[in-house]
């Protein structure tokens, strides 16, 4: 369960783990992973959305919202990209996750409120 395992730096490093605490769960390399490819998209100029399906509390699409920003701001960039956010919001089976379903819980309120907070 959450919280009853030691820290482990590579296993979070790779996301292999749930954190403790946090907005994403796919961990640093995937998370550099996924930004080099919204770099990459839109240095190609390959037009299309981003999805991500099972968003947790949003972190990785903040950051893909943020990278979206930067290559508009900082590198002049005029292709608009919609972000789509899915998730199941508060639909997290205790029979299937126990205690951790409340872990697992966020609403669609609550993924908004970090877009907003990290913004």
Known sequence: SIGTQ???PVARYYGNDWPPFGYTMIGNAR???F???IEEV???KIPGVIIEMGVW???AMIVAAAVMN???SRYGGTMDRDLYVLD???EIPKQQYGKNSDFLFNTEQDVRNN???LD
């Open 31 to 33: 998370l550099e992973n």
């Open 115 to 117: 877009f907003e907070l």
């Open 35 to 37: 930004r080099a490819a």
């Open 88 to 90: 199941a919001f508060e």
């Open 42 to 44: 839109n240095r190609n």
């Open 6 to 8: 030691d820290y482990d």
């Open 70 to 72: 930067e290559y508009k």
């Open 57 to 59: 509390r949003g972190g």
